[in-house]
Every structure is written in C-alpha cells, then in structure tokens.
C-alpha cells in the first residue's frame, strides 16, 4: 500500500488539489427563510433547493386502501366497520366522470365528525402571546360547543401511570411536509381558565354552492375589526396577574371565533411551548347527532352532557 502525502500546491495523480471548508454557511434566498427545513430536505434530485424557483411540490403521502373495524363491535357479533374504500381503484380519482373524492364507502373517523379549531392569527409582544382561534363545523347537524380549561398534564411515563411528562416529543405538526416539533407543555399557565360562553354552530354549508353569493367567506364585525396589537395592549395577563384568559368573539352560521391570551413560555432554548385547552362539547338535546355518542340521563333539564377533548396549541421559541 502506498501512501501519497503532497500539498495543496503539488498535483496530485495530474489534478490540482482544492480547500473546501467545512464550516462555510451558504445562505438561502430570503424567501426561504419561513419554510421548513423538513420542506427542504424533502426536494428530490439529492439537492436542497437555494431559491423558491427551485422548489418542487411535494407529493403527499401514499395511504394503503384497507378496512378497519371496531374491535367491540367485533366481539358482540356486530359488523363494526369504521373505514371501508372503495372497490374500484379508480373511484374517487379525476379519471371518471363523477365520483370525484369520494374515495370511502364508509367513513367513520372521528375528524369527520369533531370541531376543527385552527389558530387564525398569533401575536406577541415578547412577555405574552394571543391567539384567534377559528372553530368550524364539518358536520351536517348543529353543534353546541365552548372553550374552557383541560386537565391534560403530558403523556404518561411507561411503567408509571401516575406520573406524566411535559416534554412532548416528535409532535407532528404538519403531515404534508412531514414537519414535527418537540414542545414543552404548561399546564399551571391555562389551569385556571374560565369557560367561554356556549356558542351554537349551524350545519356546514357546502363552500361550492356558496362560491359567486356576496356573503360568501364573510366574517362577523367583531371578528373583521379585531386587533391583535389592541388585545396585548389591553389585555391583562401578567406575571403578576392572571396567566392566561379565553373568550368567545362572535359565531356565525357554522363557525365561531375564541381569544387566547398567555404568558410567554419558559422552554430551554430550542424547544417550542405549548399550552392545553379543552374543547366541550354538548351531547344530546338536538347537538352533535352525528357523532352517535348516547346522552346520559340528567336529573335537572338544565344540566348538560358535556363530551371534553384536549387540544394542545404550540408556538415557536425566540429565546
């Protein structure tokens, strides 16, 4: 075996030898400096794209065509058929002339039938953060919902179920882009809260038919004049105050808007925060009929049967 030392001033089989560093930062375009980085590695051809013109869409991923069943309803000789696609490969793709998709026979998944809630606008001012939180109804039946405080605390620790953690790992947050985060959760911050008034969402509107009228994608005043700048400035949550507040804007037809307003978070550098939120939903008495959950018996007309899911809402660490 033979070993060749030289210099970066000798040649070397013929070919002149070059300095690469290893620590040299190429800078992206400005335009790429939102997009994630999980966006950019994802870029075929083995390269990461530098401009926006370099950008390739990224295809979504592939999802097997299978059946799932309710193991309960196994077990008591029922069907209990939760998702069931289509024969047809075909069916539901643009290649036919209708059927265009709908890709199930049969879908029973709970995103079909539960709120959607999504942060319209976010703002700080570095010692708190607001949130306007938009609520939709994708069913085809009223809704009867409110915001209010959760008791959610972080996973359990394996072999412990009495002990939680707060650090929530590898968290997706967006499945196009296959982006996930790991958050710190802060639970004392919302423990607090006050529920928000019960607010009524209609049936969902097909936006296609509502496409051309003059009240289509139209909002109430109060959420059209709302100010994120005024919130913070008026708001007050402080270290010496409340840590948190929740209120509802305005609702209407199927959709109604929440304020949150929080302190800013204490995560270690790197790591997101987080916060826990209950979404109350109102069963029986004409609301959320199409999540086929049974009612249970109030002694007092008044009460109501309230179903609790728990939302975590993450923004992003600038320490």
């Known amino acids: ?19 690469t560093s290893l620590f040299v ?36 991923p592939l999802r097997p065509r299978k059946s799932r069943r309710c193991r309960e309803e196994l077990a008591e000789g029922r069907p209990g ?8 490969p075909l069916e539901g793709d643009t290649s036919l002339r209708t059927g265009h998709a709908q890709w199930w026979k049969k879908d029973s998944s ?17 010692t708190k953060h607001v949130f306007l939180l938009k609520v939709a109804n994708p069913t085809l039946g009223t809704i009867r ?13 394996w072999g412990d179920l009495t002990t939680t953690m707060t650090r929530l790992q590898d968290v997706l947050v967006d499945p196009f882009t296959d982006q ?20 009524e969402l209609e049936p969902a509107e097909d936006s296609f038919l509502e496409l051309g009228k003059s009240t289509f994608n139209d909002v109430p005043d109060l959420v059209a ?20 507040s929740l209120k509802l804007i305005a609702s209407k037809n199927s959709t109604a808007w929440f304020e949150l307003v929080v302190l800013e978070g204490s995560a270690a550098s790197g ?46 660490n600038l320490n």
């Open 110 to 126: 709970a995103v079909q039938v539960l709120p959607r809630l999504r942060v319209s606008i976010h703002a700080s001012d570095e």
């Open 81 to 88: 058929i939760l998702v069931k696609p289509k024969l047809n």
């Open 180 to 199: 996930h985060v790991t958050a710190e959760l802060m639970p004392a911050v919302v423990k607090d809260l006050e529920p928000t008034e019960m607010c």
């Open 271 to 316: 790591i997101d925060n987080a916060v826990p939120i209950a979404m109350e939903i109102e069963v029986g008495k004409g609301s959320w009929e199409s999540s086929l959950i049974q009612p249970e018996t109030q002694e007092n007309e008044e009460d109501k049967d309230l179903v609790s899911f728990n939302l975590v809402i993450a923004w992003e």
């Open 25 to 60: 930062d190429e800078k992206l375009d400005e335009a790429l400096q939102d997009i994630s980085v999980d966006a950019l590695l994802l870029q075929g051809g083995g390269e990461t794209a530098k401009t926006v013109q370099s950008l390739l869409p990224l295809p979504v």
């Open 145 to 157: 919902m409110r915001l209010a405080a959760s008791t959610y605390s972080g996973e359990p620790v």
């Open 225 to 244: 004049s709302w100010d994120a700048g005024d919130v913070l400035f008026d708001s007050k949550v402080s270290n010496d105050g409340p840590s948190s």
């Open 1 to 19: 075996k033979k070993v060749v030392s030289a210099s970066l001033s000798e040649t070397v089989g013929g070919q002149e030898l070059q300095s």
